[in-house]
């Protein structure tokens, strides 16, 4: 019998997982939504008909981004053993260069499944949510008015692709390859994500946004390595926040913990560590 779901079935079993566990898990709704649920990409597992175990797959030019879950009335039954199983196969690994294993860092579960896994601990990012509104509003204007940069926004296109691949590769330290191949493969919805910081009308960094459950999430915010220590990034960031705010979203990022100076940053305009997310590489044989 072939099972199907929907992306409510995903939410509703996301919702459960979460409130059972205690923990905030990373399923990339932006790039789920971006797709279909029947278009093969994510795997599901089904008991007794219904949706028990969901594993996504997001590719990121040259790498591979695994998260998942399964109802904690249904663990240890070799679940999602099986999808990760079915999602790793030959033609995967070899289509991507990396290919990591995400996990909220307060997960237990997740942890002791990772340990079966061959894979190594990579890295964490830290999760943080501007938790006084209007903070960004008066550290502005704490600011003295000759010190603010002057910055404006655009939403970038088609023809913004190579500014955004070179930005992207300078500083995040991608390889112009895999920069390129993440644009080539993003969806017109999540290309319009992106917006070009601008300064007097020229490119000076990225930022892209991501709206989902009233929550504004920041990602791939970078200024030109050649433009830094102008306050372009405070000002993009203050710009944003007033913008997100305004139509009612809280605002979130990400940020590495090997970042302290955009983390500094990030904390200077009212931001704070919320939880982290774990990432593992997974070990080819």
Not at 121 to 136: D, I, R
Not at 160 to 178: H, N, T, V
Not at 219 to 231: E, K, P, S, T
Request: aromatic share 10%; charged share 25%; hydrophobic share 40%.
């Amino acid at each position: 019998m072939t099972h199907t779901f929907t992306w409510d079935d995903v939410a509703a079993l996301q919702k459960n997982v979460e409130q059972r566990d205690g923990i905030s898990l990373k399923l990339n709704w932006d790039t789920l939504l971006a797709g279909k649920e029947d278009d093969g990409v994510h795997l599901a597992g089904f008991r007794d008909g219904k949706l028990v175990a969901f594993l996504g797959k997001y590719s990121f030019g040259g790498s591979l981004e695994i998260c998942g879950m399964v109802h904690p009335d249904y663990r240890r039954q070799g679940i999602f053993t099986g999808l990760l199983e079915r999602a790793l196969d030959a033609p995967t690994r070899q289509a991507h260069a990396k290919i990591l294993l995400n996990a909220p860092g307060d997960s237990q579960t997740g942890k002791r499944f990772l340990d079966s896994v061959r894979c190594r601990f990579a890295f964490s990012e830290y999760q943080m949510k501007l938790e006084a509104p209007g903070f960004a509003g008066e550290h502005a204007a704490r600011t003295n008015d000759s010190d603010v940069v002057s910055v404006s926004l655009a939403s970038a296109g088609e023809g913004d692709k190579a500014i955004l691949q070179q930005l992207d590769s300078e500083g995040f330290k991608m390889e112009p390859e895999e920069a390129r191949r993440f644009y080539e493969e993003m969806s017109p919805a999540e290309l319009a994500q992106n917006e070009l910081i601008l300064l007097g009308g020229e490119p000076a960094g990225k930022i892209r946004v991501s709206r989902h459950e009233g929550e504004a999430w920041i990602y791939g915010f970078v200024v030109d390595a050649r433009l830094r220590g102008q306050g372009i990034g405070s000002a993009a960031l203050r710009h944003v926040i007033k913008r997100e705010q305004a139509a009612g979203y809280d605002v979130w990022l990400e940020v590495a913990l090997d970042n302290p100076n955009a983390k500094k940053l990030y904390e200077n305009v009212g931001f704070r560590v919320q939880r982290s997310q774990d990432y593992y590489e997974y070990a080819r044989a």
